[in-house]
């Protein structure tokens, strides 16, 4: 009865959300930054009462050990941030502040020490890590009544036992309601306004050297690509079997449209595009010849791979882009 009682007030104590002090001109990497930490709170404050309900705060420690880093990793990768708590006076050695979050730490502790509330400071900061511009974000924690079962002065002896046996170098008992007792932390690659660029995996295509006159010639052709399969694709699911030798057909060579550009293309690129229009050829056979569905639809397959395959293998680039990339 005692424990569903802490249980319930863990529940009914609310975390404060404030940007008090969120000197970040970037509202959108504020909000990025808030909404994890509210997950990872709610996430592990949820967690945390179902196991004091159902198996009372000795259960609950053993919970949290396994569960609270499993957690927040949940949280990290749902986010796609890296997120944690700490405190100067942690139970888990892997809570440990790491430099920065240590000198957040002693600035929220200060705010404190003049007589501030310990719950809802933030402070967000953007460093500079190995040229890229990094967003952190931390919030305070402050330790409300529930949270003295395990974190007070007079925590039971069961319950001590039981944080004994899993953090034998245990610092974070002694608070008193009201106490600073740690803070969120979040971090990811900064956000530039609404494109998060630096959120793109790396471009690991094969660039292509062709004027922008050239490359515009190609997307040209390859918009009538597009024609292509979708005409083929549609004349085969109508029965058209005139049709479908029609498009195809366009499929089986160059269109040469604007200006040249295969003196650009290395060897590679005509290996995926030569049997592309082999394909088209062969289904245009089928259309003129036996008209099965099956064998049509599977050259389709075949020619959408090349285009595919090419996809991720080449990158035109025009001489000024090369430019700005070798700057
Ligand atoms: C059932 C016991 C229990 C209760 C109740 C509890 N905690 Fe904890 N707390 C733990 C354990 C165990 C850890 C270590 C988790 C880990 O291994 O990551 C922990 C870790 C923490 C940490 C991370 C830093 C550190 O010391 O490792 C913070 C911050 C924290 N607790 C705050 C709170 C707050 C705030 C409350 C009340 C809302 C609370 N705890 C209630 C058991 C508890
Ligand atoms: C041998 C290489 C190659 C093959 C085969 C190929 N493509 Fe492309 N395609 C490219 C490249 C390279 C681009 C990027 C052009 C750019 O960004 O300037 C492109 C761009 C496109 C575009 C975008 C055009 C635009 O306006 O930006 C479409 C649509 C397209 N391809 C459709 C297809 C289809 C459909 C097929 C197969 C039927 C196909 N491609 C086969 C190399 C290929």
Not at 23 to 51: C, F, H, M, W, Y
Not at 161 to 180: M, Q, R, V, W
Not at 292 to 303: C, F, P, Y
Request: charged share 20%; aromatic share 6%; hydrophobic share 40%.
């Amino acid at each position: 009865m005692k424990y569903l009682a802490i249980a319930v007030s863990l529940l009914m104590a609310g975390s404060v959300v404030s940007a008090q002090d969120a000197a970040n001109p970037e509202a959108a990497n504020t909000a990025k930054a808030q909404a994890a930490i509210k997950d990872l709170g709610q996430s592990l404050r949820g967690a945390l009462v179902a196991k004091m309900q159902s198996e009372g705060p000795v259960a609950a420690v053993n919970f949290c050990h396994d569960e609270a880093p499993l957690i927040a990793s949940q949280v990290a990768e749902r986010h796609q941030v890296q997120i944690g708590r700490t405190a100067d006076r942690h139970r888990s050695p892997s809570n440990a502040p790491s430099e920065w979050q240590q000198s957040v730490l002693a600035g929220f502790a200060a705010k404190v020490a003049e007589g501030n509330p310990a719950a809802g400071i933030t402070t967000a900061r953007t460093v500079e890590v190995n040229g890229q511009a990094r967003f952190r974000f931390a919030q305070s924690i402050p330790t409300e009544a529930p949270c003295l079962a395990c974190h007070g002065d007079n925590v039971a002896a069961p319950i001590k036992a039981e944080i004994d046996k899993h953090y034998p170098n245990d610092s974070a008992t002694g608070f008193k309601e009201g106490d600073l007792r740690g803070m969120f932390w979040v971090e990811f690659p900064m956000m530039s306004g609404a494109a998060p660029l630096s959120q793109n995996p790396p471009d690991a295509r094969a660039p292509i050297v062709m004027s922008d006159a050239q490359r515009e010639s190609l997307r040209h052709e390859m918009r009538g690509r597009m024609e292509t399969l979708q005409g083929v694709t549609s004349a085969l699911a109508a029965g058209d079997w005139v049709e479908v030798a029609k498009r195809a057909e366009v499929g089986t060579r160059g269109q040469h449209v604007g200006v040249e550009f295969r003196s650009a293309l290395p060897q590679a690129w005509f290996a995926m595009a030569r049997p592309m229009h082999g394909e088209f050829a062969a289904i245009q056979r089928e259309a003129e010849g036996q008209k099965r569905v099956e064998v049509a639809l599977q050259h389709l397959a075949n020619a959408g791979q090349y285009c595919t395959s090419c996809h991720a293998t080449f990158r035109p680039v025009t001489p000024s882009e090369l430019a700005v990339a070798q700057q």
